[in-house]
């Protein structure tokens, strides 16, 4: 029922992708308060009154909002407020950034920052004397884009004591020269030898970072998401707080889910913590509902858990496979211990060993607690062995992609296809075989690993193209690209499924919150290859405009 009072605001003028299977096209759209209250022409128009704010679409395609499965919006903010690199892609530019920062900041006590791409360096690997020559006077920590690693100077080595005696953390590796020497790149935990060293964030940065992060993603059409860290890693500092004093005041517009991180070095003595901390921070349009366990690293530094080991720089077998975060018996115990207090659990797994044990820990749970609508989903599927491609329908869990990696680019080409080889490097990115399965795909940025931008994810999924990529560049693995649609529906109706947001948001109907964006062109009458140029020009979340 749409009642006969006007509707608030009405958007008509161009074409609305509802997301709905049974009606994907619709003309028009009238929302009253929060709620969207009509689709399709004539119902619009008899709701059309004197005060309803009319949107001319003018030919722009309107479409549920965006919703980011897997992101960190709190560090990125922050990041960007600090020397961020990841608008640059040579040594020669981090070099310039990098000086221009430490020396229009002479009495910041450490030069912290980062989103420096691992191929601008030999072997992805940078080094503390390159970092000297820019920074002498004072310690120096830069995260790697994929926040897997550090680029620290020798005072940070010296103030951490690290030397040649120093022995690599259990989760970690600390690059060393041939005399065993550090060189000044420290791999997974073993950046926190330096990370715990650094200033605190202080509460009103985090609430910056987290606002400044939150007007990027609107302006990309992000209407929620789910936050993958919320607690204490290595250097990074529980943003809950952050959320909370937002979403008291009203400044949260967004609509997040928290994953709680869990802690790898303790067990399940700390569920009892995590329902306290679901409880404590589930108000507003926060609800702290998920539990984030890393199963493994990344492939560019060998960290990532596969079955068989990496091949070394000749291409031989190597004795690396990778570091398993949580054995796996104790994984197991974990995620069914989590189900059975009705957590969603949200898995970072990215090599096909840490992939097969996630499967098996979702496994154990519905075979000990029955099929819970707890909504598991394992993020990141880089490398995912055929084996188990079946098996995410079998056990309702969602594939969380990050579409944007799936191309050819040198940290692929260099720094991850020679050490998979040529049977691997067929199994990364398989959205293609996850769809034809029957999986539910969803889907996330990881930003600031990545751009946040969903229609530059999309663009990838749809061609396995980068879309600034250079004329003549390989489709990367075919097969599985996926449709427009299919991607779009990942980045709605499949991440809201994640969040628990599908029966009120993902897709335009009647009753549902009117969290919508307004794309400037319509990418489905128009080739595949333009995608990636398609930009929002307004977001609204409850029928109110964060954004345009």
């Known amino acids: 029922m749409t009642g006969t009072a006007p509707a608030d605001l009405v958007f008509t003028g161009g074409p609305v992708h509802t997301g709905s299977p049974a009606r994907t096209r619709a003309s028009s759209v009238a929302v009253r308060g929060e709620r969207i209250v009509a689709v399709g022409h004539d119902a619009v128009r008899e709701l059309t009154g004197p005060r309803t704010e009319v949107v001319d679409l003018a030919g722009k395609l309107l479409i549920p909002g965006f919703q980011d499965a897997h992101v960190h919006p709190v560090g990125g903010g922050i990041e960007l407020g600090q ?157 809950t707080d952050a959320y909370l004093a937002c979403a008291d005041d009203g400044r949260l517009t967004a609509r997040v889910v928290g994953a709680l991180w869990w802690d790898r070095a303790r067990g399940t ?36 858990a596969l079955l068989a080991p990496y091949l070394d720089g000749c291409g031989c077998r190597s004795d690396n496979s990778g570091i398993s975060f949580v054995p796996p018996q104790e994984l197991r115990e974990y995620v069914t211990a989590l189900d059975a207090h009705g957590f969603q659990v949200h898995f970072h797994a990215l090599g096909d060993r840490a992939v097969r044990e996630a499967l098996d820990a979702v496994e154990s749970a519905r075979r000990a607690n029955g099929r819970t609508d707890t909504r598991p989903h394992l993020a990141h599927l880089q490398v995912v062995h055929p084996d188990d491609i079946g098996r995410f329908r079998e056990l309702g869990a969602t594939a969380n992609i990050q579409a944007l990696w799936a191309a050819h680019e040198p940290q692929m080409d260099e720094l991850t296809i020679p050490f998979l080889g040529p049977e691997r490097t067929g199994h990364q990115y398989p959205f293609g075989a996850l769809l034809r399965s029957g999986a539910t795909l969803a889907a996330g940025s990881d930003w600031p690993v990545s751009s946040p931008d969903p229609l530059q994810g999309i663009h990838v999924a749809v061609n396995r193209v980068a879309p600034d990529a250079p004329a003549g560049t390989p489709v990367f693995l075919p097969e599985q690209r996926i449709s427009l649609l299919d991607a779009l529906t990942a980045y709605t109706a499949g991440s809201a499924y994640v969040n628990g947001l ?46 345009g």
């Open 269 to 304: 003595e700390q569920i009892e913590e995590l329902v306290a901390r679901r409880a404590a921070g589930t108000r507003g349009r926060l609800r702290s509902t998920s539990v984030k366990i890393m199963q493994d690293g990344v492939a560019e530094n060998g960290t990532a």
């Open 83 to 239: 020397c961020d690199l990841s608008g640059a892609g040579t040594l020669t530019r981090y070099r310039e950034l990098i000086g221009d920062y430490a020396r229009a900041r002479p009495g910041l006590g450490w030069i912290t920052g980062g989103g420096w791409s691992m191929e601008a360096f030999p072997g992805g690997l940078p080094t503390a004397a390159e970092l000297d020559t820019l920074v002498p006077d004072r310690p120096a920590y830069l995260v790697n884009r994929d926040h897997h690693g550090a680029w620290v100077n020798s005072a940070a080595l010296r103030l951490a004591g690290i030397d040649r005696r120093t022995p690599d953390p259990s989760d970690g590796r600390i690059e060393r020269d041939a005399d065993g020497e550090p060189t000044g790149m420290l791999q997974e935990g073993a950046a926190n030898l330096v990370g715990r060293l650094l200033p605190p964030v202080t509460r009103e940065e985090r609430v910056a970072g987290l606002l400044r992060a939150q007007e990027l993603l609107h302006s990309l059409g992000v209407t929620a998401w789910q936050d993958a860290l919320l607690g204490e890693h290595a250097n990074l500092t529980d943003p």
């Open 502 to 547: 599908d029966d009120v948001t993902g897709t335009i109907a009647p009753g549902y919150l009117a969290d919508l964006a307004v794309l400037d062109r319509d990418p489905f009458a128009g080739p595949a290859e333009e995608i990636g140029a398609t930009r929002v020009t307004q977001t609204y979340v409850g029928g109110r405009r964060v954004f």
